[in-house]
């Protein structure tokens, strides 16, 4: 695991991808075009403290009219629970994934990987996301929270 995850940190290494696509990169690539009037950016830990708050943003900036009665199903589709108990209808992820659908959709939480990483090795991430993409892009993939202005 922490070998894999140094590993993640010093070469942006993404499993599954080419070797030369790199996570920070990624990231940094979005940020860049943020203000563009056809990018939203959405941060996982904004969609966890208030999923229907943040999709009722999501739904504004495409136009999108949503009728308040529909938002509980909404919530109760897009949920981690939901779709773990959709996923495990799907026989082919039996096929790709040890455990089928059940494991295809982890435990969707944040902030596990403080109870797995050394304060050096958060440290560490820390200076390399703001090296690779900047102080204000690594400060939002970190919380969520976007630069004033």
């Known amino acids: 695991m922490h070998q894999f ?9 993404m499993p599954g991808h080419t070797p030369d696509t790199n996570f920070w990169n990624c990231i940094y690539q979005w940020w860049k075009v943020r203000d563009l009037p056809n990018v939203k950016p959405a941060h996982y830990n904004n969609l966890k403290r208030d999923f229907v708050g943040e999709a009722k943003k999501i739904a504004d900036f495409l136009d999108i009219d949503i009728e308040e009665s529909l938002w509980p199903q909404i ?12 996923s495990a209808k799907f026989e082919d992820l039996h096929i790709i994934f040890n455990g089928g659908g059940q ?4 435990k969707g939480t944040n902030g596990r990987w403080k109870e797995v990483l050394s304060q050096e ?16 892009c690594a400060h939002w993939l970190k919380t969520g929270e976007m630069p004033p202005g």
């Open 5 to 13: 995850y140094l590993k993640f940190l010093e070469q942006g290494y």
């Open 75 to 86: 919530e109760k589709h897009c949920s981690i629970d939901y779709m773990r108990d959709l």
């Open 103 to 106: 494991n295809f959709i982890n």
């Open 121 to 136: 090795e958060v440290d560490r991430c820390d200076e390399i996301a703001v090296r690779e993409m900047g102080a204000e």
